[in-house]
């Protein structure tokens, strides 16, 4: 099994610019999350999702938008992006509450 | 608001070393306690949870305990392969998400 998937794993944009993170998971898993890492930070969430067609939005969603349309897949799209969003992005999920989260690799983002 | 701290933020072990690491959670509504390692430019790993007061785990030189306010990640005889950032995390009620802390980034020194 693959677990989860993240591309890129490197991505450089300009201010302004919109993209897509991909996420994918393979373990039948309802919860996917989206986080960002920066230093000193920890890891924030950005937005989540419970199940297929249910997304909400978590500590610091603006900038960014999901949608789940599939069990699987889980994207988050930067609609215009700003320097302030160069962070890594970790997809993750879980079978639900009080369960353990799998992480993907990260995808590092730089905003120029 | 749900608050995950760590501490210290930063250890330096000799090889052989033991030591604790230390993560407080907010007390009301804890439903699980989670610690991950996290290695340079990886996704963190799962290593335990934690449910109830007096519960441990362990696995190799870690050891993870929870009292009803604190968690411990106790490293037994660390080997210079453990160095990572363990990070810990909570589950609430009424939350669906896991609220993170910000990591202790431990240095295990041959």
């Known amino acids: 099994n693959a677990g989860v998937t993240q591309t890129p794993k490197f991505q450089v944009l300009k201010t302004g610019q919109s993209m897509t993170l991909q996420c994918a998971q393979d373990m039948n898993h309802e919860y996917m999350s989206w986080y960002r890492q920066d230093p000193g930070m920890g890891l924030r969430l950005i937005h989540y999702s419970v199940g297929a067609g249910i997304t909400d939005q978590g500590e610091v969603p603006n900038g960014y938008n999901v949608s789940r349309s599939t069990t699987e897949d889980f994207p988050l799209r930067l609609l215009s992006a700003a320097p302030s969003q160069t962070s890594v992005y970790f997809c993750?999920?879980?079978?639900?509450?009080?369960?353990?989260?799998?992480f993907g690799q990260g995808t590092r983002l730089t905003v120029v | 608001e749900d608050q995950v701290t760590q501490s210290p933020e930063a250890l330096r072990l000799q090889e052989g070393e033991s030591s604790s690491l230390n993560c407080s959670y907010t007390?009301?509504?804890?439903?699980?306690l989670f610690w991950y390692r996290q290695d340079p430019g990886k996704g963190p790993e799962f290593l335990f949870t934690l449910y109830s007061a007096g519960e441990e785990k362990e696995k190799e030189r870690l050891k993870a305990t929870l009292t009803k306010k604190e968690s411990f990640l106790h490293i037994t005889a660390p080997k210079p392969e453990d160095s990572a950032t363990y990070l810990c995390?909570?589950?609430?009620?009424?939350?669906?998400?896991?609220?993170f802390g910000t990591g202790t980034r431990l240095t295990v020194i041959p």
């Open positions: 993750a999920s879980r079978t639900g509450r009080n369960t353990e989260a799998f």
């Open positions: 995390a909570d589950d609430q009620t009424g939350a669906n998400n896991l609220f």
């Open positions: 007390v009301s509504g804890l439903r699980g």
